[in-house]
């Protein structure tokens, strides 16, 4: 599975950006698709999270400002951002993670957007 990643930038606080994620593979296949980020200094966090079976989840810090979707029929992850705030900065990075009946699960990785935000 291959990630390709864009949409990140530069934007003044309370600005919105959305992402996109273009996988290699039907994403309907895929068990979970997420959205990370990584800012300097600091781990890698999830930020938002689509479920096969539809469910999304959001980390405290984006609920209410960010929305999780996806299309299809374009295997097209989406993270529509809005009310950025600086604490935003980092590179979003997407992820895929793939249960294969018998198989371990694997988790494949983007190549990461930059997002700045300025106050």
């Known amino acids: 599975v291959q990630l390709q990643a864009s949409g990140g930038g530069l934007v003044q606080a309370g600005g919105s950006l959305r992402l996109s994620c273009v996988a290699s593979v039907n994403i309907a296949t895929i068990n979970v698709m997420a959205w990370y980020r990584q800012a300097p200094g600091q781990q890698r966090e999830l930020v938002a999270r689509?479920?096969?079976?539809?469910?999304?989840n959001y980390a405290d810090s984006v609920k209410g400002r960010f929305t999780i979707s996806r299309d299809r029929a374009k295997n097209t992850l989406y993270l529509q951002m809005n009310r950025l705030e600086p604490d935003d900065t980092a590179i979003y990075y997407c992820n895929a993670h793939v249960v294969a009946a018998l198989q371990p699960a694997v988790d494949y990785w983007g190549q990461g957007t930059q997002v700045t935000v300025s106050s």
């Open positions: 689509f479920s096969s079976s539809r469910t999304t």
